[in-house]
T-cell receptor
Framework: GDSVTQMEGPVTLSEEAFLTINCTYT??????LFWYVQYPGEGLQLLLK?????DKGSNKGFEATYRKETTSFHLEKGSVQVSDSAVYFC?????????????FGTGTRLQVTL | NAGVMQNPRHLVRRRGQEARLRCSPM?????VYWYRQLPEEGLKFMVY????????ESGMPKERFSAEFPKEGPSILRIQQVVRGDSAAYFC?????????????FGDGTRLSIL
């Protein structure tokens, strides 16, 4: 079946450090890929997405490139802030004409300190 | 607030009681999804509904769980005869149409605790 694998957390960084959170996927079809962020006590917010190979999603300084050859969608940010502390989820959905359920990774907690 | 609205935010039930979770999708959205998040885990898909129709319930437990999205009113996730293992955060998401190009927008969830 379809699955998403993320690096284990927590990831602890100092402010202004470079961030990479690895995400790889397995899919029976041709997926669209997403990163969601969850702040404490809240729901998930869409951070960025990519719908086809070599697409780069970007938002708020975060970027991720859809790599079909390595089945990866790693999240990066050049300089993190304390306010980026949250749990980040990688997810996929298949490009079919019917159900569009999201398959999530287990999440990676990011802690940014001063 | 034009976002996805879930209520209640917190719900406490004793074993054997019923839990009803409500979700009002974003304005203009006709597709609703329910997910469950166990502590320290990712979200797991439960069910996908359109108005008056269940499209995909492949993630729903076969017993005690049901969902509906009536023509009028919010979507309801119903858990009968709750057990301790039902304790989790339940999230609703909505989208304007089906298809992977339509991102899902999430509510803040209902945190269900079973005593």
């Amino acid at each position: 079946g379809d699955s998403v694998t993320q690096m284990e957390g927590p990831v602890t960084l100092s402010e202004e450090a470079f961030l990479t959170i690895n995400c790889t996927y397995t899919a029976t079809g041709y997926p669209s890929l997403f990163w969601y962020v969850q702040y404490p006590g809240e729901g998930l917010q869409l951070l960025l997405k990519a719908t086809k190979a070599d697409d780069k999603g970007s938002n708020k300084g975060f970027e991720a490139t859809y790599r079909k050859e390595t089945t990866s969608f790693h999240l990066e940010k050049g300089s993190v802030q304390v306010s980026d502390s949250a749990v980040y989820f990688c997810a996929l959905t298949l490009n079919t004409g019917t159900a569009s359920k999201l398959t999530f990774g287990t999440g990676t907690r990011l802690q940014v300190t001063l | 607030n034009a976002g996805v609205m879930q209520n209640p935010r917190h719900l406490v039930r004793r074993r054997g009681q019923e839990a009803r979770l409500r979700c009002s999708p974003m304005k203009g959205h006709s597709h609703v999804y329910w997910y469950r998040q166990l502590p320290e885990e990712g979200l797991k898909f439960m069910v996908y509904l359109q108005k008056e129709n269940i499209i995909d319930e492949s993630g729903m437990p076969k017993e005690r769980f049901s969902a509906e999205f009536p023509k009028e009113g919010p979507s309801i996730l119903r858990i009968q005869q709750v057990v301790r293992g039902d304790s989790a955060a339940y999230f609703c998401a909505s989208s304007p149409a089906q298809g992977s190009y339509q991102p899902q927008h999430f509510g803040d969830g209902t945190r269900l605790s079973i005593l």
